[in-house]
């Protein structure tokens, strides 16, 4: 089927009307007549395609890009948290007069847990009037649902998105076709191809340019990377797949920074997180308390930097011998607008290694065997369990009575297994058992769902829903805050060993703080929800103050490649220390030092640990952060 949807495809010419973000992308329109999958033309067929994404005004819907890897696409997610959100609307130019059928590509999310309509159910709507069908609730993948026919005269016309629940519906696109059989393909790959066969992708990305040094990954260890290496002289590109920087630290997730700073050997070495982290602390907090603005205007403000808010990689390109990159292409999360960078060095600071995954960098995901590198944590033979990922949540005083609507798709909870609780942070984690990359739409679907199931039970039906009576769900995260995925490997392995025994390293750089705290499974909650976890539980294993090996910090069969963050080269069991965002900045700012040697020199990141190591040790011990301003000296800049 594939073959043969792409090869009509290619064969026709197509009436496509896209609309764009106009402050990236004109409206696009490519004209023609509609051929079947025989070859054969559809008199009088025409056909517009509308990405979701690109809607101009989102209204209440929220741009989702966490899953592109999986389905292909940025969506757009009614996330109003039980409460229908407004409505998505936009303005696309029907290209001749006809009866369209109008299709949308969603997905009914609860399907993993529940054999049945499921809740997040939208309308669409032509010139302020709905069509009759309701889509999102049904079917069990994604796919093109649906929504009705309307006779419509060529010009300008409204489409939008009605949603009905807040249950965090989700769309796509939107299909218009004179000719009721005809629909895009539904899978990723065919999906991909028809997109850019027909003009809704462009057909090559944009030059844009050479740089020094170039970021994927603008989380607190992407952001130190990329302003480091501006600092010490390089020309610098920061890429970041969200409108808002900062990961994990972000108000979209909410994370606090954990772990210390400014310890020996290189005192100096994450300083600079006084320039832009928060001066609150605690997970799950008011947005406010974590100062995106901050980081946005620390970043801009960095002379030599280049900042791609909303740009996620896509793909690379590699030299012949296929072990250095020689650029990335970037798209943007609402236009589609591709950009391609190129650069000496890169970084990899996406937490999930995904450059690397592109480029073919060597990578573990799992935990290690304990006879593998004889490390007393790790479980005796080697598995694929990760620690997983948290939809944190907090509820709010209203002041007066409020309902929440029932809400049962799977999972059920009684008054022997609900979480009598008005908040849920780090705790509240899913997806141990799953895999952390192609499962990740799954795990954070989850999250939203035991929370509302949950909070459902609570309102409606607990013997003492009378506690609850006065409130509301306040936030609900659907940027799913990710702990472990990909790591990807270096000329050193990190080990437990390393950091009990105190081993010495010449390359010894940013220094671990944090005991090895090493998520998994709440048993309680196993008990309650086997194999269907959504609490962790952990172990406290503290540590010695440990400065690793920046051997860690570069890919060791891809030579032009850096990372920092939590996908550095470390067992699993180290990584239950080294991930901490604090840590993450002190690599960030070495890798940024680094490159700028590997600038200086003409050198790889290699390179610096084998000829240049003194002037790493040498910048290392100035450190980043400016000296020219007054920094905050709180405390609660360094705890943990």
Same mark, same amino acid.
């Given at each position: 089927? #594939? ?6 495809? $290619? %064969?026709?010419? /197509?009436? *496509? ?27 009088? !067929?025409?056909?517009?395609?509308? @990405? !979701? ?16 890897? /999986? ?24 290209? #001749? ?79 218009? %076709?004179?000719?009721?059989?005809? /629909?895009?393909?539904?899978?990723k790959e065919d999906l991909e191809a028809f997109r850019r066969e027909a003009g809704a992708l462009p057909k090559e990305p944009v030059d844009g340019g050479e740089y020094d040094f170039v970021v994927i990954g603008g989380g607190v260890a992407g952001i130190c990377a990329a302003v480091s290496a501006a600092r010490f002289g390089c020309k610098v590109a920061l890429v970041n797949d969200r409108p808002i920087p900062g990961g994990n630290n972000s108000s979209e997730i909410r994370v606090h920074l954990g772990a210390q700073i400014e310890r020996e050997p290189y005192p100096a070495l994450g300083r600079m997180l006084r320039e832009f982290g928060h001066s609150n602390i605690g997970n799950a907090k008011p947005a406010s308390n974590y100062e995106d603005e ?36 970037? $798209? ?5 607008? &591709? ?40 479980? &005796? ?24 609507? @029932? ?11 609900? @979480? ?16 952390? /990359? ?44 990710? $702990? ?24 010894? %750089? ?7 705290? *090493? ?31 920046? $051997? ?16 550095? %080269? ?8 080294? #991930? ?50 007054? *920094? ?9």
């Amino acid at each position: 089927m #594939r073959t043969k949807t792409i090869s009509a495809l $290619r %064969s026709l010419l /197509i009436v *496509l009307a896209l609309t764009m973000n106009t402050s990236l992308f004109a409206q696009k329109t490519v004209s023609g007549t509609v051929k079947d999958e025989n070859g054969e033309p559809v008199i009088g !067929a025409s056909v517009m395609l509308v @990405e !979701a994404e690109s809607f101009a005004e989102k209204g209440g819907w929220c741009v989702d890009q966490q899953f592109m890897d /999986i389905m292909g696409s940025p969506y757009l997610i009614a996330h109003g948290m039980g409460k229908p959100v407004e409505d998505a609307s936009t303005t696309v130019e029907i290209p #001749r007069d006809g009866v369209y059928h109008i299709w949308v590509r969603t997905y009914n999310w609860t399907t993993p847990w529940y054999d049945g309509n499921g809740p997040g159910k939208f309308r669409v709507k032509i010139n302020g009037k709905p069509l009759k069908g309701e889509v999102g609730a049904s079917g069990n993948s994604w796919s093109w649902q649906y929504a009705g026919n309307r006779k419509l005269p060529a010009g300008p016309c409204e489409l939008a998105l009605a949603d009905l629940t807040g249950f965090d519906g989700r769309c796509d696109a939107v299909w218009f %076709s004179t000719d009721v059989k005809y /629909i895009p393909p539904s899978g990723k790959e065919d999906l991909e191809a028809f997109r850019r066969e027909a003009g809704a992708l462009p057909k090559e990305p944009v030059d844009g340019g050479e740089y020094d040094f170039v970021v994927i990954g603008g989380g607190v260890a992407g952001i130190c990377a990329a302003v480091s290496a501006a600092r010490f002289g390089c020309k610098v590109a920061l890429v970041n797949d969200r409108p808002i920087p900062g990961g994990n630290n972000s108000s979209e997730i909410r994370v606090h920074l954990g772990a210390q700073i400014e310890r020996e050997p290189y005192p100096a070495l994450g300083r600079m997180l006084r320039e832009f982290g928060h001066s609150n602390i605690g997970n799950a907090k008011p947005a406010s308390n974590y100062e995106d603005e901050k980081k946005e205007a620390f970043i801009r403000g960095q002379e030599g930097l280049d900042y791609f808010p909303s740009f996620r990689a896509v793909s690379v390109n590699m030299n012949e011998a296929g072990d250095k990159i020689s650029s990335v292409v970037i $798209r943007n999360i609402e236009s589609g607008k &591709e950009i391609m960078l190129k650069a000496p060095v890169f970084a990899d600071c996406t937490g999930d290694a995904n450059l690397g995954y592109m480029a073919g960098a060597d990578w573990r995901m799992g935990r290690e065997g304990r006879d593998e590198f004889g490390e007393s944590l790790a479980p &005796e033979k080697a598995d694929k369990q990760t620690m997983g990922s948290s939809v944190q949540w907090y509820s709010v005083e209203d002041g007066r009575k409020s309902i929440f609507p @029932e809400f049962e798709y799977g999972v059920k909870f009684t008054e022997e297994n609900c @979480e009598k609780v008005k908040m849920g942070e780090w705790t509240w984690e899913t997806g141990m058992n799953l895999d952390q /990359i192609w499962d990740f739409e799954r795990i954070r679907d989850y999250g939203l769902l035991v929370v509302y199931s949950n909070w459902s039970f609570l309102k409606n039906h607990y013997s003492k829903k009378a506690e609850y009576a006065n409130r509301s769900l306040g936030w609900v995260a659907y940027v799913a805050g990710k $702990r472990e995925s990909r790591r990807l490997m270096g000329d050193y392995i990190l080990k437990q060993d390393d950091v009990d025994k105190q081993v010495f390293h010449e390359d010894a %750089s940013f220094t671990m703080t944090w005991h090895f705290d *090493l998520h998994f499974p709440d048993p309680a909650n196993t008990a309650k929800f086997p194999g269907n976890e959504f609490k962790a539980a952990t172990k406290s294993n503290p540590i010695s103050p440990y400065a690793a090996p920046y $051997r860690c910090l570069y890919s060791r069969n891809i030579n032009n490649l850096f990372m920092a963050g939590r996908d550095i %080269s470390v067992t699993h069991v180290t990584l239950g220390s080294a #991930r901490l965002m604090r840590t993450g900045a002190m690599m960030g700012e070495i890798v940024g030092m680094a490159a700028s040697i590997c600038k200086d020199k003409g050198t790889t990141p290699r390179g610096v640990y084998q000829k240049y190591l003194p002037e790493l040790k040498e910048l290392m011990l100035k450190g980043a952060a400016r000296s020219d301003i007054e *920094l905050p000296d709180n405390q609660r800049f360094n705890e943990g």
